[in-house]
């Protein structure tokens, strides 16, 4: 049977699929799915167009065949070519980040969007695609039982049957919570070759998992078994960081603890808590017409210590501004080194699981 000439524009579906994507797909062949949050969002031009190339090359390298995910003037795109991946590094933050609860409207005002997790999944298991390689993956924020900041990558691991390979979660989130919030929305969790959830820049969270994986194929075994069954939801593949990376994991860490500290005393609020201890001893020394001022004082630093903890959205970007800086780059090193074990071993899993699907 002749196979139809590769389709220019978006297929039925509403999706572009590359040709390579669409020819692999259609032989029963390896494919990892890629994000384009990270290239966008997570790391500074040129070196996101570096990595993006880099681990396209390590997924190939293994047998399998990459498809980057990105929405393009409002076009799906399954499978870039080296230009609009180019296009993509280039443009950074002038794609949307593009979460599930976006596609729609992207996709209706014609914008461009980096896919997140949830919405890479979404768009993997559209044309197919059941594995999908990524650094970290979103979670339950600290204080998230408050908050309610719940990433919506663990909803749509729950519903989405695809199984995404990462390096765990950062711990500037709460780690023990995402894997209870992954139990209750029915996620296999599953860590690579140990019997604890990796925290992204070290091997260890102190969290251990029901499910332990030794091989690509003992993995390939179990996303085969949950197709089978029709479970429907999804598997997070937890692959630590590689030993020699996460030495410098844990100044990283440390970084991170110092960094959440800073955003509940920030440096301005320290400031004006000395100012107040100023004006306490000074009034001490004094007599009692200044001591009505002191008391203002005290009022306008106790507001000004309650205004300046940092709370909300705004505490991801300080904190991971703060780790880049207090170690002095190298957690960028340590992020790209573990997307590309990440491909390395995604792309194994998706070889072991095309052999045993023939
Ligand atoms: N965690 C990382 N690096 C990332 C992300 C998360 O260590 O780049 C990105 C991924 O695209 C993930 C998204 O899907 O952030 C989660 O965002 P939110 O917390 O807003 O759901
Ligand atoms: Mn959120």
Not at 51 to 75: F, H, K, Q, Y
Not at 137 to 165: F, Q
Not at 181 to 191: C, I, P, R, S, Y
Request: proline share 5%; charged share 15%; hydrophobic share 40%.
């Amino acid at each position: 049977m002749s196979r139809a000439p590769p389709r220019e524009g978006p297929s039925p579906t509403g999706v572009a699929v590359s040709p390579e994507v669409e020819a692999a797909l259609a032989s029963g062949g390896a494919v990892v799915a890629l994000e384009s949050t990270i290239i966008c969002h997570g790391m500074p031009y040129p070196k996101n167009l570096q990595t993006a190339m880099e681990v396209e090359a390590i997924v190939r390298e293994n047998g399998a065949v990459p498809a980057t995910i990105a929405i393009l003037n409002g076009v799906p795109h399954v499978g870039l070519n080296s230009e609009q991946l180019k296009n993509l590094a280039i443009s950074g933050s002038q794609f949307q980040k593009t979460a599930r609860r976006d596609i729609a409207q992207v996709v209706a005002s014609g914008s461009n969007g980096a896919t997140t997790v949830s919405a890479t999944m979404f768009f993997a298991h559209k044309v197919g695609i059941p594995i999908f390689v990524t650094g970290g993956i979103g979670g339950v924020h600290r204080y998230g039982e408050k908050t309610m900041d719940i990433s919506s990558d663990l909803t749509e691991l729950g519903k989405t049957p695809v199984a995404v390979i990462s390096a765990g979660v950062k711990s500037i989130l709460d780690i023990a919570r995402t894997l209870e919030h992954l139990e209750t929305q029915g996620v296999t969790v599953a860590a690579y070759r140990t019997n604890e959830f990796p925290a992204f820049f070290t091997e260890t969270s102190g969290c251990k998992v029901p499910c332990r994986v030794d091989s690509p194929e003992e993995c390939a075994k179990i996303i085969y078994a949950n197709q089978n069954m029709h479970l429907g939801s999804g598997i997070l593949i937890a692959v630590p960081v590689p030993k020699q990376h996460a030495a410098s994991g844990k100044v990283i860490e440390s970084a991170i603890q110092q960094s959440l500290k800073e955003a509940e005393y920030s440096p301005s609020s320290l400031l004006s808590f000395l100012f107040l201890y100023v004006c306490a001893c000074t009034c001490s020394w004094v007599n009692m017409y200044v001591y009505e001022q002191y008391n203002v004082n005290l009022i306008i630093c106790t507001l000004f210590l309650s205004d300046k903890r940092i709370i909300g959205n705004a505490i991801t970007p300080f904190i991971l501004d703060r780790v880049k800086v207090l170690t002095g780059g190298s957690s960028l090193e340590a992020n790209i080194a573990l997307v590309k074990n990440n491909a390395l071993t995604g792309a194994k899993i998706a070889v072991a699981l095309s052999d045993l699907r023939k």
